[in-house]
């Protein structure tokens, strides 16, 4: 019993310990991004590894959603008699809600798991050393690129996801089932806002890009220096990512859309 | 050399997200409505608004002409004063009427605009006169017990 | 004196969570001179390199390098600092997704700005000098142990550094490999003018390149001298490791109850 409670002490102090080495992490690489600006070309490819690699999974995956919203939203809708909100049923979903959370998911199991493989091996091969002792510094040159890299691609990459889930819905509902186009769309437009629900979306979706990637970050930087250490890290990174999506989540949700 | 192949797929990448921003913004979003520059103020009293919000459409015959702007309580009168701003393009007399209205049984609530008779136009800063509220279901559903009520015994007598 | 040795270590303690690595370390490396660091594994030999490098700090005493207090540098003059020297890791950390000529080119265009067609030629010059032209094409994956630490060895000396460091370069790697990092090491480093210290247990290849041997053990200094001193020496310690002796001073058990309390042989209260 007293084993027990001792144990659950240690966790916390570790977990809390972490998050200070955490948080000293991410200082540290915001401090040292000005390499990020006089060389873009770092960013770039960063954004090649995390953004271009994780499109397919991005739209596939958007547009089958958007063919399940569909399809579901239709057949409730059609008991109350109106089907033409089908579009606002899909599109407010998608933007509020799926298209950041459902793309933050899958940028944290492609993207971010793939960041810590990457960082983790570096560090296990002592290639961050052996950077270090060739004085540059992997703060700036290795760490910051991938951050800024993840944080511009995961806005876009939500985006594009929602935009691919608009696109399959109307493909069901108005190319298959046959609900009238232009309700469809009109509907859609009529109770998506711009500011309300497109803006808080994109916020949503760039809090979500900065924290998935500074967790797959760190999660790979911390990581023991072994194989076994790396593969840890790596399923670390897409648990722990998970959760901080969907709590940032519920968080942002509940400041954004309840008030008045 | 491979760099250009990255650059360009970056570019792809982000040119392909912005453009879904925009969708999202304009076909998807309302971004192309009346904005202030483009229109103007008229306001109408409703004892009871209903559940409608600010941003609901102002539709005349069914076309979208406007936008609720916002909704206050005047504290005087008790009752809500709603601020319409109406599209430039379109012109509507003075002595126009506005409902509220429910799109199906139960969809959202906007405002109809019924064109009147009268010579001069509706201005910025105008006040609707004709006005119908809300139907609420409650006090509907009331009434017609009530009615049915009355009914009753006054058939029952004549029998 | 400070002229002569590029690097001192006086009186340097230690330790990671309060458990003590090294005690009382005193070395003095001259210019111009392969020096070997010998000692079992664990002992504290790679946590010297580190402690040179800055990437560690002292718990007491003092690295000086050019005659600079390492640990006295800020982040900035640490960096200039590590600019004049070189590494070889243990297994040599090249990067994997660079091939071995970017490898190479990476501490040149980071720290210079030297158009394309001069980092070309220095890279190459690197490469032929440990024999890898031809390979400059090739991935860190398709290298055998001794090309790939080779190449990180090319690395090492791209920013010509005054100083070279090696961890561990001769652990497993076949006898033919062995000799060429060995012959490499000592004609690099009077080519290039440098001061070179090897970290490493391997007697036998180290002998006969270096000009001066540490033996440490248990964190401590036991024994230094020309390898003619160390080969003559009388030290019991130095002999059984010189002579790779399972059993003597350094004991085959690790330390833990007698043999008599764990089997239960002693009479039972």
Same mark, same amino acid.
């Given at each position: 019993?007293?084993?027990?409670?001792?144990?659950?002490?240690?966790?916390?102090?570790?977990?809390?310990?972490?998050?200070?080495?955490?948080?000293?992490?991410?200082?540290?690489?915001?401090?040292?991004?000005?390499?990020?600006?006089?060389?873009?070309?770092?960013?770039?490819?960063?954004?090649?590894?995390?953004?271009?690699?994780?499109?397919?999974?991005?739209?596939?995956?958007?547009?089958?959603?958007?063919?399940?919203?569909?399809?579901?939203?239709?057949?409730?809708?059609?008991?109350?008699?109106?089907?033409?909100?089908?579009?606002?049923?899909?599109?407010?979903?998608?933007?509020?809600?799926?298209?950041?959370?459902?793309?933050?998911?899958?940028?944290?199991?492609?993207?971010?798991?793939?960041?810590?493989?990457?960082?983790?091996?570096?560090?296990?091969?002592?290639?961050?050393s052996a950077m270090e002792m060739m004085a540059v510094d992997p703060h700036a040159r290795v760490i910051a690129p991938i951050f800024w890299g993840g944080a511009i691609?995961?806005?876009?990459?939500?985006?594009?996801?929602?935009?691919?889930?608009?696109?399959?819905?109307?493909?069901?509902?108005?190319?298959?089932?046959?609900?009238?186009?232009?309700?469809?769309?009109?509907?859609?437009?009529?109770?998506?806002?711009?500011?309300?629900?497109?803006?808080?979306?994109?916020?949503?979706?760039?809090?979500?890009?900065?924290?998935?990637?500074?967790?797959?970050?760190?999660?790979?930087?911390?990581?023991?220096?072994?194989?076994?250490?790396?593969?840890?890290?790596?399923?670390?990174?897409?648990?722990? !990512?998970?959760?901080?999506?969907?709590?940032?989540?519920?968080?942002?949700? !509940?400041?954004?859309?309840?008030?008045? | 050399?491979?760099?250009?192949?990255?650059?360009?797929?970056?570019?792809?990448?982000?040119?392909?997200?912005?453009?879904?921003?925009?969708?999202?913004?304009?076909?998807?979003?309302?971004?192309?409505?009346?904005?202030?520059?483009?229109?103007?103020?008229?306001?109408?009293?409703?004892?009871?608004?209903?559940?409608?919000?600010?941003?609901?459409?102002?539709?005349?015959?069914?076309?979208?002409?406007?936008?609720?702007?916002?909704?206050?309580?005047?504290?005087?009168?008790?009752?809500?004063?709603?601020?319409?701003?109406?599209?430039?393009?379109?012109?509507?007399?003075?002595?126009?009427?506005?409902?509220?209205?429910?799109?199906?049984?139960?969809?959202?609530?906007?405002?109809?605009?019924?064109?009147?008779?009268?010579?001069?136009?509706?201005?910025?800063?105008?006040?609707?006169?004709?006005?119908?509220?809300?139907?609420?279901?409650?006090?509907?559903?009331?009434?017609?017990?009530?009615?049915?009520?009355?009914?009753?015994?006054?058939?029952?007598?004549?029998? | 004196?400070?002229?002569?040795?590029?690097?001192?270590?006086?009186?340097?303690?230690?330790?990671?969570?309060?458990?003590?690595?090294? #005690?009382?370390?005193?070395?003095?490396?001259?210019?111009?001179?392969?020096?070997?660091?010998?000692?079992?594994?664990?002992?504290?030999?790679?946590?010297?390199?580190?402690?040179?490098?800055?990437?560690?700090?002292?718990?007491?005493?003092?690295?000086?390098?050019?005659?600079?207090?390492?640990?006295?540098?800020?982040?900035?003059?640490?960096?200039?600092?590590?600019?004049?020297?070189?590494?070889?890791?243990?297994f040599g950390a090249l990067f994997t997704d660079l091939s071995v000529f970017e490898n190479v080119a990476f501490p040149l265009r980071e720290h210079t700005r030297l158009?394309?067609?001069?980092?070309?030629?220095?890279?190459?010059?690197?490469?032929?000098?440990?024999?890898?032209?031809?390979?400059?094409?090739?991935?860190?994956?398709?290298?055998?142990?001794?090309?790939?630490?080779?190449?990180?060895?090319? #690395?090492?000396?791209?920013?010509?550094?005054?100083?070279?460091?090696?961890?561990?370069?001769?652990?497993?790697?076949?006898?033919?490999?062995?000799?060429?990092?060995?012959?490499?090491?000592?004609?690099?480093?009077?080519?290039?003018?440098?001061?070179?210290?090897?970290?490493?247990?391997?007697?036998?290849?180290?002998?006969?390149?270096?000009?001066?041997?540490?033996?440490?053990?248990?964190? #401590?200094?036991?024994?230094?001298?020309?390898?003619?001193?160390? #080969?003559?020496?009388?030290?019991?310690?130095?002999?059984?490791?010189?002579?790779?002796?399972?059993?003597?001073?350094?004991?085959?058990?690790?330390?833990?109850?007698?043999?008599?309390?764990?089997?239960?042989?002693?009479?039972?209260?």
């Amino acid at each position: 019993m007293i084993d027990a409670i001792r144990q659950v002490g240690a966790k916390t102090v570790n977990g809390i310990w972490k998050f200070g080495c955490a948080t000293r992490f991410s200082f540290t690489m915001l401090a040292r991004s000005g390499m990020c600006l006089r060389r873009p070309q770092l960013v770039l490819d960063e954004i090649y590894f995390t953004g271009v690699l994780s499109l397919i999974i991005i739209i596939v995956s958007g547009l089958f959603v958007g063919l399940v919203l569909g399809l579901q939203g239709y057949e409730t809708l059609k008991r109350f008699g109106s089907a033409e909100a089908l579009g606002t049923l899909v599109a407010l979903s998608l933007v509020r809600e799926l298209g950041p959370v459902v793309a933050a998911l899958l940028f944290a199991s492609r993207a971010g798991s793939a960041i810590t493989a990457k960082i983790g091996i570096m560090k296990s091969t002592e290639q961050l050393s052996a950077m270090e002792m060739m004085a540059v510094d992997p703060h700036a040159r290795v760490i910051a690129p991938i951050f800024w890299g993840g944080a511009i691609s995961m806005p876009l990459l939500a985006a594009i996801f929602s935009a691919f889930g608009v696109f399959g819905g109307y493909l069901i509902g108005v190319v298959i089932i046959g609900v009238d186009s232009g309700a469809f769309w009109s509907q859609m437009q009529a109770s998506v806002d711009l500011r309300e629900d497109v803006m808080n979306g994109v916020i949503k979706s760039v809090v979500f890009g900065v924290a998935v990637t500074l967790i797959a970050l760190f999660e790979g930087y911390d990581t023991p220096a072994t194989a076994e250490g790396v593969s840890y890290a790596v399923t670390r990174t897409v648990v722990t !990512s998970a959760l901080a999506v969907l709590a940032l989540d519920f968080v942002m949700t !509940s400041f954004m859309f309840t008030g008045v | 050399m491979k760099r250009t192949a990255v650059d360009l797929w970056v570019g792809i990448f982000v040119v392909g997200g912005l453009v879904a921003l925009m969708v999202l913004a304009l076909k998807v979003g309302n971004a192309n409505t009346v904005s202030a520059g483009r229109g103007y103020r008229v306001t109408a009293e409703f004892e009871n608004i209903g559940g409608l919000k600010p941003k609901a459409p102002v539709k005349s015959a069914g076309v979208v002409v406007g936008r609720v702007e916002s909704i206050a309580f005047d504290n005087k009168k008790f009752v809500a004063r709603v601020t319409l701003l109406l599209d430039k393009t379109y012109e509507f007399p003075k002595d126009s009427s506005a409902e509220i209205l429910t799109s199906g049984l139960l969809g959202e609530q906007y405002i109809g605009l019924d064109g009147g008779g009268d010579e001069q136009l509706l201005k910025d800063g105008d006040r609707l006169t004709l006005t119908q509220s809300a139907m609420v279901l409650e006090k509907m559903i009331g009434r017609f017990l009530f009615n049915k009520a009355a009914e009753g015994p006054a058939a029952e007598k004549q029998e | 004196m400070t002229s002569e040795s590029l690097v001192e270590l006086n009186d340097v303690e230690f330790s990671y969570d309060s458990r003590p690595i090294l #005690r009382g370390i005193r070395m003095k490396f001259p210019r111009g001179k392969v020096i070997a660091i010998m000692g079992g594994s664990g002992c504290g030999k790679t946590t010297i390199l580190r402690l040179i490098g800055g990437q560690l700090k002292p718990t007491a005493g003092s690295v000086r390098v050019a005659g600079q207090e390492v640990s006295g540098l800020d982040h900035a003059g640490l960096y200039k600092m590590r600019r004049r020297m070189g590494m070889l890791f243990q297994f040599g950390a090249l990067f994997t997704d660079l091939s071995v000529f970017e490898n190479v080119a990476f501490p040149l265009r980071e720290h210079t700005r030297l158009p394309e067609p001069a980092i070309r030629d220095l890279v190459l010059m690197k490469l032929h000098a440990v024999g890898l032209r031809g390979a400059a094409h090739l991935k860190p994956g398709e290298l055998s142990g001794g090309m790939a630490r080779r190449v990180a060895l090319a #690395r090492a000396i791209s920013l010509d550094p005054m100083l070279i460091m090696y961890d561990e370069p001769f652990t497993g790697l076949d006898p033919i490999s062995v000799g060429i990092i060995a012959n490499l090491i000592r004609r690099l480093n009077d080519a290039l003018g440098a001061t070179s210290v090897l970290v490493t247990h391997d007697v036998e290849a180290s002998m006969k390149i270096v000009d001066y041997i540490y033996i440490a053990a248990e964190g #401590r200094i036991v024994a230094e001298g020309t390898p003619d001193e160390i #080969r003559e020496s009388t030290d019991p310690l130095v002999h059984q490791f010189i002579h790779g002796e399972a059993d003597g001073p350094v004991g085959f058990h690790y330390p833990g109850a007698s043999i008599a309390a764990d089997f239960g042989l002693e009479a039972r209260p």
